[in-house]
């Protein structure tokens, strides 16, 4: 079970929403309900599931439904019908004390326009909610201090508010928010008003701050390389239904229709597609113990004139050239492990593709895929991040005659020049 479960979610804007239902459940577009009846279908049907401690982003156009969907998770909104669960618990059966209590301590709401109050300074602003609670003041600007700096505006807490820019404005609007410690986080379009240096710089202070805090933030926004760049998951709504679920990679790797791919054409792929999607496994791989013959042996079978050498746990120790392992046959060396092997640049799954491409500039191997561990996953050749870049087959396989360099379509020409 999902820690947020959203079910057969309606909200219809009108006077007779019942009405207005039928007419969608008969197949009639929200365009023709508005002519018809004058009511606004603004959510319909949308069902999600969202984990615990995951960044989920909601993105559409204008008019798509994601600020509504947003406002309906606390109520301020209230939904035509359907059901919202969160932890289990009913949130539309709340009554207005429990309704009170939940928006206070469990779910919290960052807007697009701050919210602040200019006639209190950063420090009250902060700690406002901690006040409407009943906290004691020495309590609330000890923990307001506390959030002030973890946003990184230390010493601006008797700064007024009209004193700062629109970014350390922001900065303390989440910082309120985070002050009382809720498990939820709801964000809509916070960056919006930004400008998009401070912007980016915000993106990345979100990042920081989730990997520290894990909290479950559900992020509202129409820009789609935020989207990509914040998310875990995304959800695409339009005209009020949900057109797709999935993780960047999948939103990008596989659309659901034109409407989302078009949102996909110019996204920057590389900033987004990472080595996991790009690896393939290792053309030859050896255990350390092994000696130089049996590895010779190993790369002639394979066609190749290098080997990664790994240990019994498949941990990567370097790589060996054909010149290092002939040397190595003739000062008779027993085992691979006494030989100077080469240093290969390694490399994260979870690593994107734009952080590879330097270092894969001017190599003769490719960039190494290992886990926190050092254990060998894959490696990513160039050739393989073109064709992960690319939506056709820009590499195709030439013909093979059973003893080609590039009988395989991915095989990596740094190889054939390290071959020569």
């Excluded at 319909?44 to 008019?63: A, C, P, R, W, Y």
């Excluded at 895929?369 to 050749?381: A, F, S």
Aim: glycine residues 8%; charged residues 30%; hydrophobic residues 40%.
């Amino acid at each position: 079970m999902a820690w947020i479960e959203i079910r057969g979610l309606y909200k219809i804007f009108g006077p007779h929403p019942k009405d207005a239902k039928a007419l969608l459940k008969k197949g009639q577009a929200k365009e023709d309900i508005f002519k018809k009846s004058g009511h606004t279908v603004a959510l319909n049907n949308v069902n999600l599931d969202i984990e615990k401690g995951e960044t989920f982003v909601v993105m559409g156009l204008s008019g798509s439904g994601k600020s509504t969907l947003v406002r309906c998770l606390n109520r301020l909104i209230e939904p035509t019908s359907g059901s919202i669960r969160v932890d289990g618990d009913e949130v539309l059966e709340y009554s207005d004390e429990e309704l009170r209590a939940f928006r206070r301590s469990k779910m919290t709401m960052v807007f697009q326009r701050f919210g602040l109050m200019p006639h209190h300074n950063v420090l009250d602003n902060i700690a406002f909610g901690l006040e409407i609670r009943g906290m004691g003041k020495a309590e609330r600007e000890e923990l307001a201090r506390r959030w002030l700096e973890t946003v990184g505006l230390k010493g601006r807490g008797q700064s007024r508010i009209t004193e700062l820019s629109g970014g350390m404005q922001q900065r303390v609007g989440l910082a309120r928010a985070l002050c009382n410690d809720p498990e939820i986080l709801l964000m809509d379009e916070p960056f919006s008003a930004l400008d998009p240096l401070i912007r980016r710089e915000m993106q990345l202070e979100l990042i920081d701050l989730q990997g520290r805090l894990n909290k479950t933030i559900i992020f509202i926004t129409h820009d789609l390389d935020e989207a990509l760049r914040l998310g875990d998951r995304i959800a695409i709504l339009k005209d009020g239904q949900l057109i797709q679920v999935g993780t960047p990679e999948e939103i990008l790797e596989a659309p659901a229709d034109d409407y989302v791919r078009d949102f996909t054409r110019d996204v920057n792929r590389s900033r987004v597609l990472t080595a996991a999607s790009a690896m393939i496994e290792p053309y030859s791989v050896v255990k350390g113990r092994s000696g130089p013959r049996v590895a010779l042996e190993m790369m002639r079978k394979d066609n190749h004139s290098s080997i990664f050498v790994t240990d019994y746990q498949n941990r990567l120790q370097g790589l060996a050239t054909v010149d290092d392992l002939m040397e190595a046959s003739r000062k008779g060396v027993k085992q691979l492990l006494d030989v100077e092997l080469k240093q290969v640049h390694t490399c994260r799954p979870d690593s994107t593709l734009d952080e590879l491409i330097p270092l894969l500039a001017g190599m003769k191997w490719p960039v190494a895929v290992v886990d926190e561990n050092q254990t060998l996953l894959g490696i990513v050749p160039r050739v393989a991040i073109l064709t992960a870049l690319s939506s056709q087959d820009m590499v195709e396989s030439p013909p093979s005659n059973g003893n080609s360099d590039l009988e395989n379509p991915l095989e990596q020409p740094e190889m054939l020049a390290a071959r020569e």
